[in-house]
Nanobody, 123 residues
Framework: QVQLVESGGGLVQAGGSLRLSCAAS????????MGWYRQAPGEQRELVAA???????NYADSVKGRFTISRDNAKNTATLQMSSLKPEDTAVYYC?????????????????WGQGTQVTVSS
């Protein structure tokens, strides 16, 4: 199996910065795309940022210019650097990874989620 472990959430004042990290471990052949999603109370989970294995990135319009996603393919980790945080960024942030595993010679792709980390931005 594959596990995603997130770290780095917390409480910050508006205008501040936080960095979230996600580490994938387990029976991994290759980590494909990685991404960060968030879910605020009463809202649907939404994509914040994603990064392909080759480094191409994609951001939600609401975070462009403020958030930066990066990854270390050798360590199977992804980082979300968040700056100029706003109260509306408050949510539980989830790491997501598309992972290829070798199951007895058969290569299988599955989608995995971390447990979530709370980010709270006070005004």
């Amino acid at each position: 199996q594959v596990q995603l472990v997130e770290s780095g959430g917390g409480l910050v004042q508006a205008g501040g910065s936080l960095r979230l990290s996600c580490a994938a471990s387990g029976s991994i052949f290759r980590v494909n795309a990685m991404g960060w999603y968030r879910q605020a109370p009463g809202e649907q989970r939404e994509l914040v940022a994603a990064i392909a294995s080759g480094g191409k990135t994609n951001y939600a319009d609401s975070v462009k210019g403020r958030f930066t996603i990066s990854r270390d393919n050798a360590k199977n980790t992804a980082t979300l650097q968040m700056s100029s945080l706003k109260p509306e960024d408050t949510a539980v942030y989830y790491c997501n990874a598309d992972v290829t595993r070798n199951r007895g010679g058969l290569y299988v792709k599955d989608d995995y989620w971390g447990q979530g980390t709370q980010v709270t931005v006070s005004s």
